[in-house]
C-alpha cells in the first residue's frame, strides 16, 4: 500500500517521464536469474554507501573477525569493521578504523589472529589488527598487489599481481618472505580449495586452477563474459562448483568437473570484484559501491570452511552434470517468457 502511495504521489510531482527515470534508478541493483531462483539461491545486501574512486571501486577485500565483526578495504583506502554479519548495513555510518591512502586497501585475507591485505599502489604485503589498525609489514616489492588469499592448510599467503605481468607470489607471514608461484601473468581474485591442495585464480577473463605442490595447471574454466574476478568455492551439495563475480555485474556458477556448464545466477549489477564466503555458507560479493549477500539453496554452502569437500566423489559427478544441465535448462526455458 505505501509503494502504491509514492508511486502516484512521484507520478502526480514529477511527471510521467521524470517519476520512470527515478524508479529505475531506486530500483537498479544485482537480481537473481530465474535458473538461480529455482535453485533456490537467494539475494540480500549486506551494506550500501561505500566510498568509490570515480572510476573503479569502492569495496573490494572481505574478511571475519572474532566476536562476529566483519571487516571490508575499500579502494580509496579505507578499512572499516562492521559490527555484525547482519544485512542492511550502511558503510557511510561506521567510521574507518585506518585510512592507508589511494589503492592500499585492496584484497584481504584472516590467518590465525591477524588479517593480512594486499596493497596495490605500493605493492606491500601487511598485517592488520582485528580492528583493522595496521600491526606490521610483512612484505614489499610485489608489484600491482591485489588479491590474497590464505591456505589454511600450509599458513602460507598467495598475492596476486593484477596488472604488472608478475604472476603469483606465495607469501609467508612468519619469516616474512616471498617467492614467486607462478612468474608471468596478470592475476586477479583467488580461492584455495579446502585441503589446501590447488589454487584457483582469474587470468584473462579465464579461471585457472593450479596444483599448489608443482603448479601444474589442473582446471580452466573458459572464458567467463563480463571481465571475471573474484573467485570462491561451494561445499555440501554445491561442491565441485566455483562462484565468480565479474566486473560487468554478473555472477557465474561454474562446474569444475565440467567447466562448459556455466550457469549466470546473478545480473543486472554494477562493477563486481571480490567475492568472500561468510562463515554461514552464504557468498558476500562487491559491487561498485555495495556488497551483496547470495544465500546457498538447502543443503549447499560456500566456502571452504562450511563443510564437504570442493570436488565430489567419482560416483557423485554424474549427478553433478545432471543437476547442472537442469538448472541451465530452466534458465533457458524462463528466459523465452
Known amino acids: 500500500m505505501k509503494i502504491t502511495l509514492l508511486a502516484r504521489l512521484g507520478r502526480w510531482l514529477l511527471g510521467p517521464f521524470l517519476w520512470l527515470v527515478v524508479a529505475g534508478l531506486v530500483q537498479a541493483g544485482p537480481v537473481l536469474t530465474a535458473a538461480a531462483s529455482g535453485a533456490g539461491f537467494g539475494l540480500s545486501q549486506f551494506a550500501d554507501n561505500f566510498p568509490t574512486t570515480g572510476f573503479c571501486c569502492g569495496p573490494l577485500g572481505i574478511a571475519f573477525v572474532d566476536g562476529g565483526g566483519v571487516m571490508v578495504s575499500d579502494y580509496p583506502g579505507n578499512v572499516r569493521v562492521f559490527g555484525s554479519h547482519a544485512d542492511g548495513q550502511h ?4 567510521a574507518a578504523s585506518q585510512s592507508y591512502g589511494n589503492g592500499n586497501a585492496v584484497g584481504l585475507a584472516r590467518l590465525g589472529s591477524y588479517v593480512y591485505m ?38 602460507k599467503l598467495y598475492v596476486s599481481d593484477c596488472c604488472s605481468n608478475t604472476g603469483i607470489w606465495e607469501v609467508d607471514p612468519v619469516s616474512n618472505t616471498k617467492t614467486q608461484f607462478k612468474g608471468f601473468g596478470s592475476y586477479d581474485g583467488m580461492s584455495i580449495s579446502a585441503d589446501g591442495s590447488t589454487i584457483y585464480a582469474e587470468l584473462g577473463s579465464h579461471i585457472i586452477g593450479y596444483r599448489l605442490s608443482d603448479g601444474v595447471q589442473v582446471f580452466d574454466s573458459g572464458f567467463i563474459p563480463g571481465g571475471a574476478d573474484g573467485t570462491e568455492l561451494g561445499a555440501g551439495t554445491l561442491a565441485g562448483q566455483i562462484f565468480v563475480n565479474t566486473n560487468s555485474g554478473d555472477l557465474w556458477q561454474i562446474s569444475l568437473v565440467d567447466p562448459t556448464l556455466q550457469l549466470l545466477l546473478v545480473t543486472g549489477g554494477s562493477r563486481g570484484d571480490f567475492v568472500t564466503a561468510d562463515p554461514d555458507g552464504s557468498l558476500l ?18 566456502g571452504r570452511d562450511c563443510g564437504g569437500g570442493d570436488v565430489p566423489e567419482p560416483g557423485s559427478l554424474p549427478l553433478v552434470g545432471l543437476a547442472m544441465c537442469c538448472l541451465l535448462g530452466l534458465g533457458r526455458r524462463a528466459s523465452r517468457h
Open 91 to 94: 558503510a557511510n555510518l561506521v
Open 118 to 155: 594486499a596493497q596495490q599502489s605500493s605493492g606491500n604485503v601487511v598485517r592488520l589488527n582485528q580492528d583493522g589498525t595496521y600491526h606490521s609489514a610483512v612484505v614489499s616489492g610485489i608489484p600491482s598487489a591485489t588479491g590474497i588469499v590464505a591456505n589454511l592448510v600450509t599458513g
Open 285 to 302: 560479493f562487491t559491487q561498485t559501491s555495495d556488497i551483496w549477500r547470495l544465500t546457498a539453496p538447502e543443503g549447499g554452502c560456500i
